[in-house]
């Protein structure tokens, strides 16, 4: 158990709809990462945040978007969903902002239909 | 284009032999080099790393080799184990102010009893 928490673990949703990832880091990491795993692909960092404020970003698409609250979670929203969204989406946590180990969640599964 | 890649999808060995997953990369100013690993219906978790300024570091059963000249990356697994069978990935830090990390596409690796 890496100590940083998804939720939910599957998620199944049609075309066009929004939805809401959220992640609880690990207690006492204040940088949180957001990556997407699509089919057969490797792991595509899409942004971090470190104490609330974006870090860095990635190729995250604009109908994507993602915020660090003041207790530290962090939520991900997706809009418009397409069907190529479909795929796992992890978040990492780390106690400092340049840090290569990094803790992840289990992961959401988003099935868009 | 992808920054980091992982030739090969899958290998398998027996238990007992050496294990050994490659990664190429393109950039020759990242500065530190990771291996993950992934168990099914789990998030990745950090298996090791090696600085740009070494060409090999160990941990237990596990090695990594830094090749500069060739931008080529390895991990020898002696011995493997059944348990070792997992989803490889190797990674790149893209930058060294931010976690921001870079995967390749992953190698399943299957470790025969």
């Known amino acids: 158990d890496s100590g940083v928490t998804q939720t939910p673990k599957h998620l199944i949703t049609a075309t066009g709809q929004r939805v809401t990832l959220r992640c609880s880091p690990r207690?006492?990491?204040?940088?949180v990462y957001w990556y997407q795993q699509s089919l057969d692909q490797g792991l595509q960092f899409l942004i971090q945040?470190?104490?609330?404020?974006?870090?860095a970003k990635g190729n995250i698409l604009e109908r994507f978007s993602a915020q660090q609250f003041p207790d530290l979670h962090s939520e991900l929203n997706l809009s418009s969903l397409e069907l190529g969204d479909s795929a796992l989406y992890f978040c990492?946590?780390?106690?400092?902002?340049?840090?290569?180990?990094?803790?992840f969640g289990p992961g959401t599964r988003l099935t868009v239909t | 284009d992808q920054q980091v890649k992982q030739n090969s999808p899958s290998l398998s060995v027996q238990e007992g032999r050496i294990s050994i997953l490659n990664c190429d990369y393109t950039?020759?100013?990242?500065?530190?080099f990771l291996w993950y690993k992934k168990y099914p219906a789990e998030g990745p978790t950090f298996l090791i790393s090696i600085s740009s300024i070494k060409d090999k570091n160990e941990d237990g059963r596990f090695t990594v080799f830094l090749n500069k000249s060739a931008k080529h990356l390895s991990l020898h697994i002696v011995p493997s184990q059944p348990g070792d069978s997992a989803v490889y990935f190797c990674?790149?830090?893209?930058?060294?102010?931010?976690?921001?990390?870079?995967f390749g596409q992953g190698t399943t690796l299957q470790v025969k009893p």
């Open positions: 945040y470190y104490n609330g404020e974006e870090r």
């Open positions: 990492a946590s780390s106690t400092r902002p340049d840090r290569y180990e990094q803790y």
């Open positions: 207690s006492g990491d204040l940088s």
């Open positions: 990674a790149v830090k893209g930058s060294s102010n931010t976690g921001k990390l870079i």
């Open positions: 950039n020759s100013m990242f500065d530190y």
